[in-house]
């Protein structure tokens, strides 16, 4: 089979210098095998000896700290290779050497047994190594379409790429529309775009940082299979995620690297869960659980929410009906661009909603209710987006905490109590465990998921009655993943309502005591997530849970207090 | 197969991993000092000696008490204007037309002076710079009203506000505030000296708008860096995502920053026509507005920076004139001097967040030319 698969290359890659590409499926294989004409390029002596890549003793430092410390790691080709560990491991130091955007200090990198420098991701491209990054790398004044243009190496009519871009999305399972504007994309299609991006460069060695923390179940297993259709094709692939099922099911050898060195290599198929996050972590892990515990009076409370949107290609809400009771979780799952981003403009007050009454907040209308003004009544949120919307890029984490901390008592008669607010902060990073230099540092100077504990801490500290959280965990190492779950938790038992919205279900399943899905702008029943299938959910995030009924009724007959004594509790509550 | 050798600049701008803190201390001297030594070249290319030129430019206007007094003058409008910019500007608010609102500040401070002058008496002095603080505030809130109504940019709103202000003075001291004793010359009557700010010392013409000027530094330091409203300026300009996640107001944001700078521009403008004009007549300001804009960026948007750099300012103004009179050089000597100094600045500022780094020639490698290697060698093979 495998030596087939060589003869097949090598007859293409006669093609390839001859004329006729086109006249490809004659050599007997069908179209949809033929897509990555040049990326599956194995040089045929060279890849049954020396591997796809391999680093041999990079190191890195930095200013203050040592990256990478005499890493080796070995891909070799058609193999999807695992790289796991914690935010701060060295992960994405690594990558960033293997994809030429910095150079290490020490160590030498073979690309098909050839000692290589990449000195810049278009050489890293040239050789054939395609990232999907984890922050994305998307103009957002520009098309889908142009974005990809950008990247290319090779110019291309735009109606060409528009028609490549349809078809490699298509193909796998990744819907974009080429000539849509990006800066209206939530986090999940950018990244729909960044795969695509990479997809079409057609590389021989594909990096892949995170990236199924946004797709749906199905979505997921398509890109797995697309995964290994490329493995099959000979292309190798590098694969980051902290989601141990899924390097478990996909991936055919993982390196470890923890503290910047390698704590070993396994085959993961081989090793449990918690084997694996032991090396990972080097500790033993807690598993959060979540006592049944019967829910309190309503305290956010949406009926018939409809709003239609301003951006263009945003999503528009359809009479949204939702109860989030004290001391329960309900998470909202769905892939984004479903309405994710409207509905937490709408619940945080970020956009004003024009029917009143259909947005109650511990028994008050807040409809009209602007943000500042919904926290005095004890709404909290952590928003999608840390940098440049949860904490202020320039400030330090001091100052960060004025930002919410009215309510706490860091701005008094109009002056900010710089003194209090340094308190403040000092106390979250204590709380938390947050990894700084001190409450000065500046907002951007922690790495994502140190600066999401951070902006929960700050949030939690604030005392929540109504606790909104977008993607509690989005790119969070396992260790601070675990300890934001169990604080949400934490609150819920001390009787907060907790309002997830996440596209993690596996984190959904784990945490909520009931669990919707928004697609289309339309949220389903909250139903109790005990005895609920997974593969429902993820027929209802395609839109299709109309069988499952739209009100709350089902569920709230098992889990909600009915809507009028819910609404006389919560008075008497406030 | 062999290589194309293609020239490659040896320098390459590259990211620094994090904005340099020598560099932002140092962008604004640095740009000072390549704006010096433009000046010399400049002067030599002219035929002048450029180190008599220097003198004439930098040393002789400032070798008396007068002299100095002359340099903190013409500081005081600058200094003004350019700490009520750097507020604005702080909170993303880009309001371009100070030497508007400078005008009209001149105007009805002015104005005020001139029709009730002898009748507010002891209060005369402080009616009208109240008054022409109320006139700059006025013209910027055009700009603060078609921006949050209408989201009409403030940039282009106040820049033509400008002209408008100035038509307006023209039209005034050619018309209805004439001097009928004036023998037809397009200005108004001299103010009433009870109207006029005295000096503070004699021998100069340097008065109160120094002092009130030094005081809203302070001000507006303890304002930038205390008060509440400041914070939610700077989270506004910084963050603007986050300004909204906090439920920060951007249009009180908004109406604050063109409240203050213009207030503060037309303060500076009641200072001149009570101060050193003594009159209002069709021009009361070379620019200073405009040259606040590089003040502000000069002072790095600091208060302290700024106080330093609108003397810098202040004695570029006082060096073009010297360098007109003695050494006959046009007036646009000390425009080019600031288009030096701002290109320079913002040549210094890129220097923050990014470095050069030499390239080395990349040894041969197979991807520095176009992967070919490879694929070539596979087609060798096959064939």
């Given at each position: 089979m495998v030596a087939a698969k060589r003869c097949r290359t090598v007859a293409r890659v006669q093609c390839g210098h001859g004329v006729?590409?086109?006249?490809?499926?004659a050599h007997g294989y069908s179209a949809d095998e033929y897509n990555f004409q040049e990326g599956e390029l194995m040089n045929p002596v060279t890849s049954s000896v020396a591997p796809r890549l391999a680093l041999r003793g990079i190191s890195k430092r930095y200013a203050s700290v040592i990256?990478?410390?005499r890493v080796d790691l070995t891909v070799a080709g058609g193999e999807i290779h695992a790289l796991l560990g914690e935010?701060?491991?060295?992960k994405s130091t690594l990558m960033k050497i293997v994809y030429g955007v910095t150079q290490p200090d020490a160590g030498t990198i073979e690309w098909e047994g050839t000692a290589v420098n990449i000195r810049s991701p278009a050489q890293a491209r040239r050789l054939g190594i395609g990232m999907v990054f984890q922050h994305f790398s998307i103009f957002?004044?520009?098309?889908v379409a142009e974005n990809i243009a950008l990247a290319l190496t090779e110019r291309l009519p735009a109606a060409t790429l528009a028609a490549r871009i349809e078809e490699v999305s298509r193909r796998y399972g990744l819907?974009?529309?080429?000539?849509?504007?990006?800066?209206?994309?939530s986090v999940g299609e950018r990244q729909r775009v960044e795969i695509v991006r990479c997809l079409l460069q057609s590389p021989r060695l594909l990096i892949m940082d995170e990236?199924?923390?946004?797709?749906t179940p199905q979505a997921v297993r398509v890109l797995f299979q697309t995964l290994r259709r490329l493995a099959g094709e000979g292309v190798s692939i590098l694969y980051i995620s902290h989601k141990l099922d899924e390097i478990r099911e996909l991936c055919d050898v993982a390196t470890i690297l923890r503290n910047g060195r390698v704590s070993g290599t396994a085959i993961?198929?081989?090793?449990?869960n918690t084997s694996l996050a032991r090396m990972m972590v080097g500790a033993e892990l807690k598993e959060c659980t979540l006592e049944p515990r019967p829910p309190g009076p309503i305290r956010l409370e949406l009926t018939n929410l409809s709003q239609a949107t301003e951006d263009p290609f945003g999503t528009e809400l359809q009479d949204i009906n939702l109860r989030v009771c004290s001391g329960e979780i309900i998470g909202i799952a769905g892939?984004?661009?479903?309405?994710q981003k409207e509905l937490l403009a709408a619940i945080s007050g970020e956009r004003l909603c024009a029917?009143?009454?259909?947005l109650r907040l511990c028994g008050q209308?807040?409809?009209?209710?602007?943000p500042a003004q919904r926290r005095i009544l004890g709404l909290r949120f952590v928003p999608?987006?840390?940098?440049?919307?949860?904490?202020?890029?320039?400030?330090?984490l001091a100052d960060n905490c004025v930002l919410t901390g009215a309510t706490a008592g860091l701005v008094q008669n109009g002056l900010v109590r710089g003194r209090a607010a340094r308190a403040f902060a000092r106390a979250t990073i204590a709380e938390f465990a947050v990894k700084c230099?001190?409450?000065?540092?500046?907002?951007?100077?922690?790495s994502g998921g140190n600066l999401q504990k951070f902006i929960v801490g700050r949030e939690i500290r604030l005392l929540p009655e109504v606790m909104l959280v977008a993607?509690?965990?989005?790119?969070?190492?396992v260790g601070a993943s675990q300890l934001i779950r169990q604080a949400l938790i934490d609150l819920r038992n001390a009787g907060v309502a907790v309002l997830v919205i996440s596209e993690d279900l596996d984190e959904l399943f784990q945490i909520c005591d009931r669990l919707a899905v928004l697609a289309r702008g339309r949220l389903s029943a909250a139903v109790?997530?005990?005895?609920?299938?997974v593969e429902t959910v993820g027929v209802w995030m395609?839109?299709?849970?109309q069988g499952a009924g739209l009100a709350e009724q089902p569920a709230d007959g098992v889990a909600a207090p009915p809507s009028a004594a819910g609404a006389e509790m919560a008075h008497a509550d406030t | 197969m062999p290589t194309l050798k293609r020239y490659r600049w040896p320098l390459r701008l590259e990211r620094r991993q994090k904005p340099s803190t020598a560099m932002r201390i140092w962008c604004s001297p640095l740009a000072a000092l390549a704006m010096l030594a433009t000046g010399l070249l400049v002067f030599g290319a002219l035929g002048k000696d450029p180190l008599a030129a220097f003198r004439v430019f930098f040393v002789e206007p400032l070798s008396s008490v007068y002299g100095v007094g002359e340099l903190l003058l013409k500081a005081t409008p600058l200094m003004l204007c350019a700490l009520g910019l750097a507020i604005s500007y702080r909170a993303?608010?880009?309001?371009?037309g100070a030497e508007g609102q400078l005008t009209l500040g001149a105007i009805t401070g002015g104005g005020v002076g001139l029709l009730y002058g002898n009748a507010l008496g002891h209060w005369a002095q402080a009616a009208v710079l109240v008054c022409g603080v109320l006139g700059g505030m006025a013209w910027a809130a055009i700009p603060a009203v078609l921006r949050t109504r209408?989201?009409?940019s403030e940039i282009f709103v106040s820049l033509m506000l400008v002209y408008i202000a100035q038509l307006l003075l023209s039209y005034l001291v050619h018309g209805p505030?004439?001097?009928?004793?004036?023998?037809?010359?397009p200005q108004s009557q001299p103010l009433a000296d009870n109207v006029l700010l005295p000096a503070l010392?004699?021998?100069?013409?340097?008065?109160v708008g120094f002092i009130l000027a030094l005081l809203l530094a302070a001000l507006s330091w303890w304002f930038g860096n205390t008060t509440a409203a400041g914070y939610r300026m700077r989270v506004g300009g910084l963050a603007p995502a986050a300004a909204a996640y906090a439920g920060i107001s951007e249009q009180r944001n908004i109406w604050l920053a063109l409240m203050i700078s213009g207030g503060m521009a037309g303060l500076a403008g009641v200072c001149e026509v009570a101060g050193p004009i003594g009159m209002l007549q069709p021009?009361?300001?070379?620019?200073y507005g405009f040259a606040a804009i590089i003040v502000a960026f000069l002072g790095r948007l600091h208060p302290l920076g700024v106080v330093l750099a609108s003397l810098l300012m202040s004695a570029l103004y006082l060096g073009g004139e010297s360098a007109q009179m003695e050494?006959?050089?046009?007036?646009s000597v000390s425009g080019l001097f600031q288009g030096a100094l701002l290109f320079y600045l913002l040549a210094a500022e890129l220097f923050i967040g990014y470095r050069l780094r030499r390239v080395h020639r990349?040894?041969?490698?197979?991807?520095?030319?176009?992967?070919v290697t490879p694929r070539a060698a596979a087609g060798g093979q096959s064939a």
């Open positions: 006729a590409m086109s006249g490809v499926p990256a990478n410390d935010n701060g491991a060295g957002e004044t520009l098309t819907p974009v529309d080429p000539n849509r504007l990006t800066h209206s994309m990236p199924t923390s946004v797709l993961p198929r081989e090793h449990s892939v984004s661009g479903n309405g029917q009143r009454g259909a209308d807040v409809a009209r209710l602007d999608e987006e840390r940098l440049g919307r949860g904490a202020v890029p320039g400030m330090s230099d001190s409450e000065l540092a500046p907002a951007d100077s922690l993607q509690p965990t989005w790119g969070v190492d109790p997530t005990a005895g609920l299938a395609t839109g299709e849970f | 993303n608010v880009w309001n371009i209408f989201r009409t505030w004439r001097d009928p004793a004036g023998q037809n010359f010392l004699d021998g100069t013409r340097v008065n021009i009361v300001s070379p620019g050494l006959q050089l046009p007036a990349a040894p041969v490698t197979p991807g520095a030319p176009p992967a």
